[in-house]
């Protein structure tokens, strides 16, 4: 059984391009969240998907936009890269906002590097 | 508002030691408590939770933890660790059970001298 499968693994970007990063949630999953790890610190939370709609947001800018497919997999994009938008971005699922116990399952994670 | 405080940011063991890494966390209610270990290059792994009841929780790996709620802590431990245990421990409190939204702390990097 497939965990969180993120893509891609590694990337290379400069400032003011816009990024696409991917993920697919774990089998019987349907929530999907972002986080942002930055080198040495603890992930933060950006969004939350559920049912192809933002549920819940961080104190990430706009920029930071998300979508939710039918089959629960999910994009994050990023415009306007700033040199500080370079970071680990972590995906986790969850079998959904109405379950108890709720536990995540994190991906490996996208290395994004702004140049 | 939320927040977690790891105290440690790095900690050296020699192995087949005890290990107990320090969590202190903020919130008003009572919190949903977590510990993820991530190792190089991984995502995070869930080691252990606290919901609610027995507030000394067994985990994998062999790892426990301890919710004091008079000392807004949550400490992670293990009686003997072994090398493969090196790696980063987070510890994330959530607001609400089932919220997607977890707070963590800055991490611990744990180092195992052989």
């Known amino acids: 059984d497939a965990g969180v499968t993120q893509s891609p693994t590694h990337l290379i970007k400069t400032r003011g391009q816009q990024v696409t990063l991917r993920c697919s949630p774990k089998s019987g999953h349907d929530t999907v969240s972002w986080y942002q790890q930055a080198l040495g610190q603890g992930p933060q939370f950006i969004f939350q998907y559920y049912e192809e709609e933002e549920r819940q947001r961080g104190n990430f800018p706009d920029r930071f936009s998300g979508h939710q497919f039918p089959n629960y997999s999910s994009e994050l994009n990023v415009n306007a890269l700033l040199l500080g938008d370079s970071a680990l971005y972590l995906c986790a699922s969850s079998p959904g906002i109405h379950s108890g116990a709720n536990v995540l399952t994190f991906g490996a994670g996208s290395r994004l590097t702004v140049l | 508002a939320q927040s977690v405080t790891q105290p440690d940011i790095h900690i050296t063991v020699s192995e087949g030691a005890s290990l107990e890494l320090r969590c202190n966390y903020s919130y008003g209610a009572t919190p949903y408590l977590f510990w993820y270990v991530q190792s190089p290059g991984q995502g995070l792994q869930l080691l252990l939770k606290?919901?609610?009841?027995?507030?000394l929780v067994q985990g994998i790996k062999g790892f426990e933890a301890e919710f004091k709620r008079s000392q807004s802590s949550f400490n992670l431990r293990k009686p003997t660790v072994h090398w493969s245990d090196a790696a980063e421990y987070f510890c994330a409190v959530g607001k609400i059970q089932g919220a997607q939204k977890l707070v963590f702390g800055q991490g611990t990097r744990l180092t195992i001298n052989p």
């Open positions: 606290y919901f609610s009841g027995d507030t």
